[in-house]
């Protein structure tokens, strides 16, 4: 699986847009890229996942930009409660074996502030 | 449909005990992972499995046993706790066509 960086923690204030950015510089052709998150050492959850074009939800919005090497999750109204660490990971495309091994870095600690 | 359950949530072990930490799924996903996390660190892994019969090693392997007999289970065991396995464990479990599912963690020290 293709490696990812993530800036170590940014802050955001109640209410504003969050945008995390995520490198993925060698990424293949067949990978995604998938967001989890975690809360106060709760299991990982997952947010949102894409392969190029954009995606949107009801938690996030996922930017993949043209060459794919980058992407940006976007939560548009951040609320004290996604303070948490966010995790950038790229896959192989589902129903393959290896698409089932998630490779985590160390994240991003996002804290909303009142 | 209770998801990824995990058992216990805490445990303190003395050095040299023996203990299983139980994970149980009821989606009929075919892969299931155990992952340790150590503080300020992400998530590593230990051991995964494929189907029921199948596993395999994963990044942190050493003093950890597991087994697949059924798609539901995948028990992880500590043969000999030491010190150095002090960690939050965490279980997961990923569908063909899913993302991936975590249980809630099991938080272990050894003294």
Redesign the interface.
């Known amino acids: 699986d293709a490696k990812t960086t993530q800036p170590p923690s940014m802050d955001c204030a109640e209410g504003r847009a969050a945008n995390l950015p995520c490198n993925h510089s060698t990424i293949s052709g067949n990978e995604y890229v998938y967001w989890y998150r975690q809360i106060h050492s709760q299991g990982p959850q997952y947010i949102i996942h894409g392969l190029k074009n954009n995606e949107t939800n009801e938690m996030a919005s996922l930017i993949i930009t043209e060459d794919r090497k980058s992407s940006t999750l976007i939560l548009p109204h951040a609320t004290l409660r996604d303070t948490a660490v966010y995790y950038c990971i790229v896959r192989v495309a589902p129903g393959r074996v290896s698409n089932y091994k998630l490779t985590f870095g160390k994240g991003t600690l996002l804290t909303v502030n009142p | 449909n209770a998801g990824?359950t995990q058992t216990p949530k805490f445990q303190v072990l003395k050095t040299g005990q023996s203990m299983t930490l139980q994970c149980a799924q009821d989606m009929n996903h075919?892969?299931m992972?155990w992952?340790r996390?150590d503080p300020?660190?992400?998530?590593?892994?230990i051991h995964?499995s494929?189907g029921a019969g199948i596993t395999d090693q994963g990044e942190v392997p050493n003093g950890y046993n597991v087994s697949r007999s059924t798609t539901e289970d995948f028990p992880l065991r500590l043969l000999s706790a030491a010190p150095s396995q002090t960690s939050?464990y965490?279980c997961?479990s990923?569908g063909?066509?899913?993302?991936?599912?975590?249980?809630?963690?099991t938080r272990l020290t050894v003294v």
């Not at chain 2, 300020?40 to 892994?45: H, V």
């Not at chain 2, 063909?96 to 963690?105: D, I, L, S, V, Y």
């Open positions: 990824v075919e892969y992972s992952y996390q300020g660190m992400g998530l590593r892994l995964y494929v939050v965490f997961a990923v063909r066509h899913t993302e991936a599912f975590f249980g809630q963690g």
